[in-house]
């Protein structure tokens, strides 16, 4: 079975520019998550999607990031405009449901400059 | 919100040596505690979780406790060998309708010595 899919696998920008990350999760998982962690730290939720509905997003800083799962599968989430302190690794999970457990992607590491 | 507590951040062993890694959370509600092994330039891997209504849970060489009262959880990994160095996290969630929003401890970064 082909895990959470990323992409890209890394990022770098100037501060005060934009970018996507683009997340695919195992087939017929209905749920699926942000996180971001910060190196030398656990990952942090920032948004969770039950099917292409938003069940919470309360940690996400709605000021710069967004995030969407039109259709239900796939899910991108933007930074606009980017700070310093957003460099960190940014995870996508997926889950069967919101009883079951929850299975990682890679990961994109994204840098700003 | 839920706050968990995660130590040692970092743990050597010598390679047959058993390794403990102890978390503590605040949310008495919290039911699902799972943990995650992070190998460098990876995503976190699931491999070991435990639900509320269980004590101990054993899969081979590693194993979870769980001691509600007290709040804690423990993995405990025996006959360590040079391919579990990583690092680990635990974490916990209120696995319901809410879905499965979990919360990580900092990370202990594990070390077995061939």
């Known amino acids: 079975e082909a895990g959470v899919a990323q992409s890209p696998r890394y990022k770098i920008i100037e501060k005060r520019q934009s970018v996507a990350f683009w997340c695919n999760p195992i087939?017929?998982?209905?749920?699926l998550y942000w996180y971001q962690q910060i190196l030398g730290q656990g990952p942090k939720l920032l948004i969770q999607?039950?099917?292409?509905?938003?069940?919470?997003d309360s940690q996400l800083p709605k000021d710069r990031f967004s995030a969407e799962r039109l259709k239900g599968v796939d899910s991108t989430l933007k930074i606009q405009p980017a700070k310093l302190e957003d460099s960190a690794v940014y995870l996508c999970?997926?889950?069967?449901?919101?009883?079951?457990?929850?299975?990682f992607g890679q990961g994109t590491r994204l840098t700003v400059v | 919100g839920e706050n968990v507590e995660q130590h040692p951040s970092t743990l050597s062993v010598q390679e047959g040596d058993s390794a403990v890694i102890k978390c503590t959370y605040s949310?008495?509600?919290?039911?699902?505690f799972p943990w995650y092994k992070q190998e460098l330039g990876k995503g976190p891997q699931l491999i070991i979780d435990?639900?509320?209504?269980?004590g101990e849970k054993k899969d081979q060489r590693i194993a979870v406790t769980l001691n509600k009262t007290a709040k804690h959880f423990s993995l405990h990994i025996t006959e360590t060998q040079p391919e579990d160095s990583a690092v680990y996290f635990c974490?916990?969630?209120?696995?319901?309708?809410?879905?499965?929003?979990?919360?990580f401890g900092g990370g202990t970064r594990l070390m077995v010595k061939p």
């Open positions: 999970a997926s889950s069967l449901g919101i009883y079951t457990e929850a299975f």
């Open positions: 087939s017929g998982h209905a749920t």
């Open positions: 999607f039950q099917n292409n509905g938003v069940v919470d």
């Open positions: 949310d008495s509600a919290s039911n699902y």
């Open positions: 435990i639900r509320s209504n269980v």
């Open positions: 974490a916990a969630s209120i696995l319901g309708n809410a879905g499965n929003m979990l919360t």
